[in-house]
């Protein structure tokens, strides 16, 4: 672990914290309103945000890791791209289509849910690779 790596860290977890902000707490909102009866209330949920604080610590230390460790001489952008949308592949993507399967949620929600969180962790993609991008002409 070194410094570069601890910065990239922490620029992921507040652009994945904002990220998610912006897509679950704003662009999705009406329709999770929709089916406010399947998940807990605003008040509820306030008490367990010490642990949406910690998933989102854990995810962007993985993801910064990975790539990371995981990176070539190749151009940056495109490497970060590619990478983010490989970890959308991996997670987002099937993961809400197993929300899809087990929970009371539409399709469109899903459809949405899948689109703006992989264009997120493309964008974050991209944000990690920016860190390392000296090291991948080296």
Do not use: C
């Not at 999705?28 to 009866?37: F, G, I, T, V």
């Not at 605003?42 to 460790?69: C, D, K, N």
């Amino acid at each position: 672990m070194n410094k570069r790596f601890l910065i990239a860290w922490l620029a992921v977890f507040v652009a994945w914290m904002a990220g998610d902000f912006l897509v679950h707490g704003t662009l999705l909102n009406a329709d999770y309103l929709q089916l406010a009866k399947i998940y807990r209330t605003q008040e509820e949920s306030s008490q367990y945000f010490p642990w949406m604080i910690l998933a989102h610590v854990l995810q962007a230390g993985a993801f910064t890791w990975i790539y990371a460790r995981g990176t070539e001489a190749k151009p940056w952008v495109a490497q970060g791209a590619r990478y983010g949308a490989a970890v959308a592949l991996l997670a987002m993507v099937p993961g809400y289509l197993i929300y899809y399967v087990v929970q009371p949620l539409t399709g469109e929600l899903v459809t949405k849910q899948i689109i703006f969180s992989s264009i997120l962790m493309i964008v974050l993609g991209i944000i990690v690779a920016w860190f390392y991008r000296q090291s991948a002409r080296t």
